[in-house]
């Protein structure tokens, strides 16, 4: 596929302030997030919550792209339209999980290496037929304690760029998902250095790999201090740590930086990010791949019943709707309360 179609559907999914649902959970994690609304993970209960989300009203005026998991690209709605096709003609792009997880790192306690890479290509030619155009890989890095190891961010890197040169020659559209996680007591600063760390190693491995950024989102953390830390940052300062720290080292040629919310609230994650799209002199869309942070109300609301089908639908409209804004750094907490959920 030529550089500039791969250029091309990046774009689209990002234009018009649009940014990505995460509907990727793999049957573990959302076992526990079924758990923690009292519903039993089957096949169809996984099925009836997604064809919810899928079927929602006017959610692609906010969404560009959906990231499936390998259970769900081969699902189909309740009106039998498989779920790749259902998405594609809402003009919404179908993207799919390709990582098999994070798992332990041989000699480095606490940290992990993403696999997933035996037998990608082919899964990929797969995907590609089943109307995925753009994947995820997602590489995990803990802070503190001399974490995360320089072992570490060179194994990860080197992962998610062949990971990402093979996903360009399926005429695939390569997220590259490195994740500082915010689940310790780190600073601001902390945040801000492991963030640095990783970004610089990633893009020297992407370069060295012949990826074309053109052809890339890049799918990271904010810099936000960790869950722990006794001084939690405003977003305005979260913002400005962020948007320095990717200014420096992603290239202007990445046609988009999509945040995970990571464990940031629903509201944390808009807020978070209509700040930093308040920053001046940002050279790529500022855009969010939200799983959380998209999802924590409607489920709430859904609780398994078909009768709350409507319900859980409005409230994850509502958040789509706010991230959007926030994308445009056009969010309140005005608007936020001006639209019930
Ligand atoms: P969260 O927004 O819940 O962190 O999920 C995004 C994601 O896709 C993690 O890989």
Not at 284 to 310: H, I, K, M, T
Request: hydrophobic letters at 40%; aromatic letters at 6%.
């Amino acid at each position: 596929m030529a550089a500039h179609e791969l250029n091309e559907i990046a774009r689209s999914i990002v234009a018009d302030d649009k940014g990505i649902l995460a509907a990727d959970e793999s049957t573990g994690t959302i076992g526990k997030r079924f758990d923690s609304i009292g519903v039993e993970s089957t096949e169809e209960q996984r099925r009836a919550y997604r064809n919810l989300l899928f079927t929602t009203e006017g959610f692609e005026d906010f969404i560009g792209g959906v990231i499936l998991f390998d259970e769900t690209i081969r699902q189909a709605s309740d009106d039998g339209t498989p779920f790749g096709e259902l998405l594609a003609a809402k003009g919404v792009v179908p993207g799919i999980k390709v990582d098999t997880g994070a798992k332990a790192l041989a000699g480095a306690p606490g940290e992990t290496i993403t696999e997933g890479l035996d037998g990608l290509r082919e899964r990929l030619a797969e995907y590609h037929t089943l109307g995925a155009r753009f994947a995820k890989w997602r590489a995990t890095y803990s802070v503190g304690d001399g974490r995360p190891s320089d072992y570490c961010v060179s194994v990860n890197a080197h992962a998610l760029a062949r990971y990402a040169a093979l996903c360009q020659e399926a005429g695939i559209v390569p997220i590259v998902e490195p994740e500082v996680l915010m689940d310790t007591g780190h600073s601001l600063e902390d945040s801000a250095a492991a963030t640095a760390r990783v970004l610089v190693r990633l893009y020297e491995e992407l370069a060295a790999q012949q990826v074309d950024l053109t052809g890339t989102l890049l799918k990271p953390n904010m810099v936000i201090p960790g869950k722990g830390a006794s001084d939690q940052a405003s977003p305005q300062r979260i913002a400005e740590a962020t948007v320095s720290c990717f200014r420096e080292l992603v290239p202007a040629s990445v046609p988009g930086i999509v945040f995970l919310s990571g464990g940031q609230s629903e509201l944390e994650a808009t807020e978070n990010l209509d700040a930093v799209n308040r920053v001046d002199d940002r050279p790529w869309p500022l855009s969010f791949s939200y799983g959380r942070a998209l999802q924590a109300s409607a489920l709430a609301a859904w609780a398994g019943s078909p009768d709350n089908v409507e319900a859980a639908q409005q409230a994850f409209l509502h958040r789509a709707r706010m991230n959007a804004l926030a994308a445009g750094g056009g969010w309140s907490s005005d608007v936020e309360e001006a639209v019930p959920a």
